[in-house]
């Protein structure tokens, strides 16, 4: 029973080219979140997606930064045109919906390094 | 929107000693889960302990235990007997159950490094 799964574990970039995050939720979770982390920093949330649906994309960015959840397929969190400010790790977690105690699952992060 | 909030951004215990780490939380909500996680070096998050606020007792798992006081916004974590192994970053969070615009949200707090001295 896998764990959610996000890669790659670790990306590198140079300023102005294009970073895709991917990210495959447990087995049986609809719903995926997606957070940033900045060094010795708290998780921010970015974005809530169930497939083909965000629910909530108040934490994104609202330039160069997208994010889907295909009927089929992993989610992808794509950052277009990266800065340095982007260089952070991000996390993918997902959830059981209907369960409410479910906790969230969280996969191991993807660190992005914008050089 | 709910805001969590943990105060100490860093405490240290001595081994197999007890600490306390503080998490507050800000809802209007009545219904809702509190969670804690724990994210060792590896930054692998990890469920500690999970609490339902409509249970009065407070949730414990082995060395790991809360202290729920849902009139004060209170969900503070105890640990027991610290281990090495516990040495890690904390982060509390809350999960909105309300069926409205914040429904399934989690809202985390900035987390307590947790420092553990042999």
């Known amino acids: 029973n896998a764990g959610v799964m996000q890669n790659p574990r670790h990306l590198v970039r140079r300023r102005g080219q294009e970073a895709r995050l991917r990210c495959s939720p447990m087995?049986?979770?609809?719903?995926v979140y997606w957070y940033r982390q900045l060094p010795e920093e708290g998780l921010k949330f970015m974005v809530y997606l169930q497939k083909e649906n965000i629910i909530d994309e108040s934490g994104m960015p609202k330039e160069r930064f997208s994010a889907e959840f295909p009927k089929e397929g992993p989610s992808i969190l794509r950052i277009q045109q990266v800065v340095r400010g982007d260089s952070a790790a991000y996390f993918c977690?997902?959830?059981?919906?209907?369960?409410?105690?479910?906790?969230?699952?969280f996969g191991n992060g993807t660190r992005l390094t914008v050089t | 929107a709910q805001t969590v909030t943990q105060s100490q951004p860093e405490m240290s215990v001595q081994e197999a000693e007890t600490v306390t780490l503080s998490c507050t939380y800000d809802?209007?909500?009545?219904?809702?889960?509190l969670f804690w996680y724990k994210q060792p070096p590896s930054r692998q998050m990890i469920l500690v302990i999970r609490q339902e606020a409509y249970k009065q007792q407070n949730a414990t798992e082995n060395r790991f235990s809360v202290n729920f006081q849902k009139a004060a916004k209170s969900f503070s974590l105890k640990i027991s007997d610290s281990q090495l192994g516990d040495a890690a970053m904390y982060f509390c969070?809350?999960?909105?159950?309300?069926?409205?615009?914040?429904?399934?949200?989690?809202?985390f707090g900035s987390g307590t490094k947790l420092n553990v001295k042999p």
């Open positions: 969070a809350y999960r909105s159950v309300l069926r409205s615009y914040n429904f399934n949200k989690f809202y």
């Open positions: 977690a997902s959830s059981l919906i209907g369960t409410e105690n479910s906790p969230l699952h």
């Open positions: 087995k049986g979770h609809s719903h």
């Open positions: 809802t209007s909500e009545s219904d809702y889960y």
